[in-house]
């Protein structure tokens, strides 16, 4: 009890360090941001905590009076002889290293791979974890990581259309909507490049489409085009141009 007590410090202590070391809020290095910094500490926790472990459950059978160096010969052979049904795991461990070095994603990057899309909460040595739009977490191996889509480098662009009547002035409604894309891009810290009317998309059998474009920061993409169709409907509403 008293091996498991001082394992159990001996981790906690480390994860203080490590978080002293390689703190979240800042960069110690120019080339380590916050996030790449939140993935290495967790990648080092993740290694300690096997190692932690590992070192009591060695000691705790010596103190039981197994001979642990005949056990470690043996699981050495039985590592090896178990090699090939462990290439998994192996390829999980190569994945994480290589995921880091690569800077593929780091904690807290909306991301897409594995078939699914969310936010990485948690990067270990073995898993990755991801936190989806709906609330769900879902476990990556990553070894299974083969191709990563990062929804958070660089500015992103956001799109859509607004459908005016063939009887509405295009002219008139294009300046309706540029105002108001205008007025809720002024001073908005989340976009990059102001919105505004690109020309006709589509001419369908009812509607003139009208294509809006711009740039916001990442993961932003998202809320501004909700709040974008709001103002677009309400300056609609207030000139009188009824969307089709």
Do not use: C
Not at 115 to 131: D, K
């Amino acid at each position: 009890m008293l091996v498991i007590a001082l394992g159990w410090l001996a981790l906690a202590t480390a994860r203080r360090r490590v978080a002293r070391v390689l703190p979240a809020g800042r960069s110690t290095a120019p080339y380590l941001d916050s996030p790449r910094l939140r993935t290495l500490a967790g990648l080092v926790n993740s290694v300690l905590r096997y190692l932690v472990y590992f070192l009591v459950a060695v000691t705790v059978l010596s103190l039981l009076g197994v001979d642990t160096r005949s056990l470690l010969m043996g699981a050495g052979l039985l590592g090896l002889a178990a090699g090939f049904g462990a290439q998994g795991l192996i390829r999980d461990f190569l994945g994480g290293f290589l995921i880091l070095l690569e800077d593929q994603f780091a904690v807290g990057d909306l991301v897409r791979m594995a078939g699914l899309e969310g936010v990485v909460e948690e990067m270990g040595l073995r898993t990755t974890r991801l936190r989806a739009p709906g609330g769900e977490v879902h476990l990556i191996p990553n070894g299974r990581i083969q191709e990563v889509t990062n929804l958070s480098r660089g500015a992103m662009q956001v799109s859509f259309t607004v459908s005016v009547p063939y009887k509405a002035d295009i002219d008139r409604a294009s300046s309706v909507i540029d105002e108001a894309l205008s007025r809720y891009s002024a001073g908005n810290p989340a976009i990059v490049k102001a919105p505004t009317v690109l020309g006709v998309e589509e001419l369908t059998g009812t509607s003139v489409r009208l294509l809006i474009g711009g740039t916001t920061r990442p993961m932003e993409q998202g809320p501004v085009a909700r709040d974008l169709r709001l103002q677009v409907k309400r300056a609609l509403d207030a000139a009188d141009i009824t969307p089709s």
